[in-house]
Every structure is written in structure tokens, then in C-alpha cells.
């Protein structure tokens, strides 16, 4: 079993997609594998040893995708 780092993100309008874009990137440049991908798509973390999760406020609420 390989082991990676999973960034899973939460998005309306994407700001979120590019900080988690951001995140993974500096990661790979540390070696690192890195997965990033929506939250709503993760259904097991088999594999993933660290898990980053990011996500927007609405309304003073996380986004429905993170819930
Ligand atoms: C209708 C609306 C409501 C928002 N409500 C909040 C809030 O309650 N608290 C907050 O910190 N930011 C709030 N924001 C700001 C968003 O969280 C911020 O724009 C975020 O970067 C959006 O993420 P996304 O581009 O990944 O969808 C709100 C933005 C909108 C458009």
C-alpha cells in the first residue's frame, strides 16, 4: 500500500481549488505525493496517511460538500 497525502477541497466559485492547488503543489515540491481532489468525490482514504481538508463559509455555514 503506497502511502500520500490526500488535500481535499470544497468549492463554489474556486478560490478553494486554487489554495488547495497551492497547498499540493508546495508538498510535491517537498517530495511528496500528493492527491488533491473535491471532497465530494473521496470516498475511501486507503492510502492516505495525511489528510488536508479545505473549505468556504456561506452564510456562516461550511460549505454542503464538507458537511
Ligand atoms: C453569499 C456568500 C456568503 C458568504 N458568507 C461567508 C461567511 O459567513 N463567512 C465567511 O468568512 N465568508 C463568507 N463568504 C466568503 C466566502 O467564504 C469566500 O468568498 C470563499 O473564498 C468562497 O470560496 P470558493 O471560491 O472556494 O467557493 C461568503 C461569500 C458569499 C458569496
Known sequence: MSSS??????TSYSSTLEVAE???????ECGLAVD?????EVRTLTGDTVVVL???LFMFHWHKDIN
Open 36 to 40: 488533491t481532489r473535491p471532497v465530494r
Open 22 to 28: 497551492a497547498i499540493a503543489g508546495t508538498l510535491r
Open 54 to 56: 479545505g473549505a468556504p
Open 5 to 10: 497525502i490526500l488535500v481535499g477541497y470544497a
